[in-house]
Structure formats: structure tokens, C-alpha cells
């Protein structure tokens, strides 16, 4: 018998390959990585609303619709990280931007990636590499480091190329309430109390420059946040008038914020009110 020039590992990867493939052909086009079984898990519904009803911050929509758009028809594109104010769309945006591009770009796929997963993104990356006719945006929620533990290092050197180069079907969208995905006091007490300030801050600051684009998300000004209000009312049919108006008001100051967030979650108040039906 002739020798097996491969090894278990690259046997069993390429059946993960197969298989990873078959799935994606035949249901669907959005994923969540399920990290125990090392394999995808399809999305019944991408839970999200409208693009064009995410309004007051269409400047980030733009830059965003856009990178995807350069993505979904094989340009070299950035990997994009979306900073900012809570509840103010960021998770949203990019959901809905993959939405309405997907439906255009049959090719273009969304996984998924648990934050508390992330060391399985090396796993991905020669998963998905195997798959050049298929674009996929690789979504991380939500995500920030304490500390310079293993899993910071472990993406930095994702995004910085390291052993391996990411791969030229494959970005990155990741959504983080800090700008540098540390903690602010952090970097302030690193530069009060290292030795050498400059390369121990740049450590902490530097996973954010890998990102090619910084997106922010800001407190919405009074007029975006009715902006947003009327928006919703007039695409669900439900008169926008002068108490409606003062009652959002009233909804963002008990809540003390003014966002996205506080703008939808006020509508279903008024639907459960009116007893209305809103189709997600």
C-alpha cells in the first residue's frame, strides 16, 4: 500500500471543509460557530431590522454599506471595528447592511464568532480559505479585554498577518463599547506607572490600529433621537404627532439616554398600547 501523504489533521479538515461547505450552500447565508462542535450552525432569521431605518448615523452606514460592498465583489477591503455608545446600532448596522447585500451577492455569507471563542478563529480562517468563490464577514459582538491575556494576543496577531495571513475572502467586523478595546483607566495608569510608558501603552492601544476602519457611534442629539421615533412610526403606520413626540422625550428621560435602543424600545411600548402588530 502507498503511503498517505497526509496527515489525520488534514484529512479530518477537509472533511470539516465538505462539509462547512455543503451547509453553507444549502442553508442559507447567515451562521453563528458553534465552538464545541468546531462547525457552523445556520440562522433561521437574521434578527435585525430595515437598513433604511437606521437613521442618525448615516454617515457610519455609508462607510460601512460601502467597505461591504468593495468586500462582496472581491476588492481588497478593511477590517472595520464599530466603537461607541451603547445602544446606538452598532450590532444592528452591520447586520442590516450584510441584509440587504447578501440579497444582491449570493456569495457573501455572515458567521457568527462568540467573543469567549475567539481562540477558535484560527481554526476558521483555514476552513473558510478553502472557499474562494464564497465572501465571508466574520462578526464579533461586543468585544474588550481587561487585560493582556492570551486571547488579546491571539487576535492581534490574527489581524497584524503573524504566522498566517488573514485571508483575502475573510474581514472582520468587530463591535466594542472602547475605541481601544481596553479599559480607559488602563492606559491612564500604564502611563502614570510604567517603566517604559511609550511601548507598554502601544502594546494596549495597538490591536485597535489593526483595524483599517473606526467607526464611532456618539449620544444621539435630541433631533436624531425623534428622528429615529418618526422613522419607526411612519414605517409601522402609527401617527407621529405632538404627544407622541413629548411622551419619546419623557421615555429617553426616565432612561437617561437618548439611542436607538431607547427610541425602538419606546415604539413597542406605544404598540402594546394601541395593541398594534409589529412585523419584524
Known sequence: KEKCNYSSEEIIMGFITFFLLKKLLNKGNAFIWNSKEKNIKAFKKINTIDLKLIVGVEKQKNILLKNTE?????????????????????????????????????????????????????????????????????????????????????IKSTLDGSIQNQPTNIVLYVTSNRRHLMPRDMIDNERSSAIHTDESVEEKISLSDR??????????????????????????????????????????????????????????????????????
Not at 472595520?80 to 446606538?88: E, V
Not at 473606526?214 to 425623534?226: A, E, P
Not at 425602538?264 to 402588530?277: D, H, P
Request: with cysteine; net charge positive; aromatic share 14%.
Open 70 to 154: 468593495n468586500f462582496a465583489i472581491g476588492n481588497f477591503t478593511n477590517n472595520a471595528l464599530l466603537w461607541g455608545t451603547r445602544g446606538n446600532g452598532k450590532s444592528t448596522l452591520i447586520k442590516s447592511v450584510f441584509l440587504k447585500l447578501s440579497q444582491k451577492y449570493i456569495s457573501l455569507k455572515l458567521i457568527q464568532l462568540n467573543k469567549n471563542n475567539i481562540f477558535d478563529i484560527e481554526k476558521i480562517y483555514p476552513i473558510l480559505s478553502k472557499l474562494p468563490n464564497m465572501r465571508f464577514i466574520i462578526f464579533i459582538d461586543d468585544l474588550s479585554f481587561e487585560k493582556i491575556d492570551s486571547d488579546y494576543k491571539i
Open 211 to 280: 483595524f483599517g476602519l473606526w467607526i464611532g457611534f456618539h449620544n444621539l442629539s435630541q433631533v436624531d433621537y425623534l428622528k429615529i421615533v418618526k422613522s419607526y412610526c411612519n414605517y409601522y403606520e402609527i401617527k407621529f404627532d405632538k404627544i407622541v413626540e413629548d411622551n419619546a422625550l419623557k421615555w429617553s428621560l426616565q432612561r437617561g439616554n437618548r439611542t436607538g435602543r431607547t427610541a425602538w424600545q419606546y415604539i413597542i411600548q406605544i404598540a402594546a398600547e394601541k395593541n398594534l402588530k409589529l412585523n419584524f
